[in-house]
């Protein structure tokens, strides 16, 4: 019963290096997103996938790209991190539009 | 695009008493809206949503409220209990925005034994 299952939980990048976070849901759910949190910010939209072969931005796309490799797994990647990418990214998934979204346990990101 | 403001950022309540967190949101077409509650180091998950046919849900001590003219809904949490303490995040998402949920800025609650 593993639901939204995101790697790596924690993970400390250098300034330039490149990552991807992955993120697998088991629910058969047809759109899946990816947030990340910030201290007073709330949860901020980065990219979604409404549906399989399907990509769309959100509210903060820059500096970083999705693949959405099938119907269970929507990948994350940071071309080059930067600090202001430090911060807690969620992977979540939800079997259509208007219906509840299922979260993932996060991932700690920090840049130095 | 969407834009939800939530209020208060932080609240502290005995144990036993009321809590309310209101939320306005700037599309008038949205017509779904979701509340979440995130334990530490957890996920959000959902606890109550409404749509817009509806002016109030409540499910036991939890409801939710909405005032489509107002353009705000509110979570009211009844007989607080210390296992509520989490932050509690508001959303709301319409078909203008292709169905994004666009997050408040959340609300920590910290209920007193």
């Known amino acids: 019963n593993a639901g939204v299952t995101q790697t790596p939980k924690f993970q400390v990048l250098k300034t330039g290096q490149s990552m991807t976070l992955q993120c697998a849901q088991d629910?058969?759910?047809?759109?899946m997103y990816w947030y990340r949190q910030d201290p007073g910010m709330g949860l901020r939209l980065i990219y979604y996938?409404?549906?399989?072969?399907?990509?769309d931005k959100g509210e903060v796309p820059n500096g970083y790209n999705v693949s959405r490799l099938n119907k269970r797994e929507f990948s994350l990647r940071l071309e080059s991190a930067a600090p202001s990418q430090t911060s807690v990214y969620f992977c979540?998934?939800?079997?259509?539009?208007?219906?509840?979204?299922?979260f993932g346990q996060g991932t700690r990101l920090t840049v130095v | 695009g969407e834009n939800v403001e939530q209020h208060p950022s932080t609240l502290s309540v005995q144990e036993g008493d009321s809590a309310v967190i209101k939320c306005t949101y700037s599309?008038?077409?949205?017509?779904?809206f979701p509340w979440y509650k995130q334990e530490l180091g957890k996920g959000p998950q959902l606890i109550i949503d409404?749509?817009?046919?509806?002016g109030e849900k409540k499910d036991q001590r939890i409801a939710v409220t909405l005032n489509k003219t107002a353009k705000h809904f509110s979570l009211h949490i009844t007989e607080t209990q210390p296992e509520d303490s989490a932050v509690y995040f508001c959303?709301?998402?319409?078909?203008?925005?292709?169905?994004?949920?666009?997050f408040g800025s959340g609300t920590r609650l910290l209920v007193r034994p």
């Open positions: 979540a998934s939800s079997e259509n539009r208007h219906t509840e979204a299922f």
């Open positions: 629910m058969n759910h047809n759109s």
């Open positions: 996938s409404a549906s399989e072969g399907t990509t």
């Open positions: 599309d008038s077409a949205s017509n779904y």
């Open positions: 409404i749509r817009s046919n509806v």
């Open positions: 959303a709301a998402s319409t078909k203008n925005s292709s169905y994004k949920l666009i």
